[in-house]
DNA sequence: CGTACGATTGAGAGACTTCAACAAACGTGG
DNA sequence: CCACGTTTGTTGAAGTCTCTCAATCGTACG
């Protein structure tokens, strides 16, 4: 479906996103929301970009929850980061032309496809918006390598912590959690190919965080009665998204 | 030392990095070679920016071999990935501004400061050049990626091969590497902190690799007698590099 | 020629895996 | 609205990769 970013405007999710990273001007605003999009919905375990395509649009996930993946030869799956509204996940394709990894759909999502040559005219005439989004994407290594400390250096259950910590911190800057929790529609299959454990681990995990009222989870709610305790048992320390204030 | 990147024109580190992974015009290496710069040598073992810095230039390495850390609250290291003559390990400091991890000399290394203005300064009068350097911050995320997987889902063997290809290729890249093999000031301690192993692992690690005659590693020069065997035990595709050609 | 750092070896322990079975939850069609 | 099948979560037991501790060896360098 053709259009543009204009439909939601006030609480459009990339403008969040943007605005919890960096100051935008009321003209870069605007720019954004000009962005012509293709709106495309991806139901549950479906790929939205596979490890060696040629895109020629990025894709921006509207609503929905989404992760980037990698098979490997033996059928194991590493997942490298998990991607929620407001996130372009592929954002790389900009200037790297071949996908090194894919991107797939968690639950149904609704994703805008946004043409490259649509992006690179807009970052010519606001190059601010380009160091914008530039910083986006360091922000995303910068995760990357936190996820690289937890799977090198910290113990599963610390790692889980830590994770919990990282999504309920980045839904709420986007205004999708609740003060003490979140809606997170990830299986303990999806936790574990995210932290590099089996599924049986992480289940066992999962039971100790609970134990230890650190969380509740019923369903794909996600709560988190003492905040503090968490983020201490995950050594969770926010600095490295970067967001403003 | 204050000077420009004019002294070793010809063979300058950062124009054959950035002509590894995109084409330059004459007017481009021109202004790359005019930059301004502060040279310094740092003596092994020693840090060049550390974690929760806010700095003003970035660092590019002239010589030697560089890494990024982090040291977790029990005082583990997690070692992020290393860094060659031609890498300017921080450049995100460009747009984030305080440091999410460190950076260390491995070996006695020369180091070119760029001030962050006169960064800006060239990227803005040569736009090409921004995209260029953004593509390499991509580049290292694509890294970040790839040593994720190895430490979620490869055993340490694989792992050990994995990043000995890595180096190999990234080396030869810059033109620091022979055919069959390259030095790598590397200890088996640091390999440990890299891969998320314990010394006495790589150690071993490392015995089976020679055992098997994929490698031969006398001090730090390391030779590699079967290309192809040790790609394939480390299941390493050079396309996350995403090096021209 | 001692000292220090890196490499090597052995033995025992532990975190996490694999396999296999079962229970619960969920969506869908009749 | 219930029956049914598929997905997701849970449990137990045995196995293994990798760790920790601790000692020894080699070698470069002052």
Redesign the interface.
Known sequence: MKSTLHEQAASNPLLRKLSSIADLSDEERQAVLDLPVTVKVFEADTDIIQDGDRSSDCALVLSGFVC?Y?I??DG???I?GFYIPGDIPDL?SL??H?M??SVGALARSSIALIRHQSLRDML?RH?NL??IL??D??????M??????G????SAYQRMAHVLCELQVRMKAVGLARENGCELPITQNEFA?A??LSTVHVNRVLQDLRRDGLIVLRGSMLEIPNWEALQAAG?FDP??L?LKR
Not at 137 to 142: F, R
Not at 144 to 149: T, Y
């Open positions: 980037r990698k490997l030869p194991k799956r590493q490298m790389q200037h790297l071949v090194d990894s010519r190059p380009s160091d530039w910083r994407t360091l922000i995303d290594a910068a990357f390598r936190e996820w690289m400390i799977l090198g250096r910290r190919d932290l590099g050594e600095a490295y970067h």
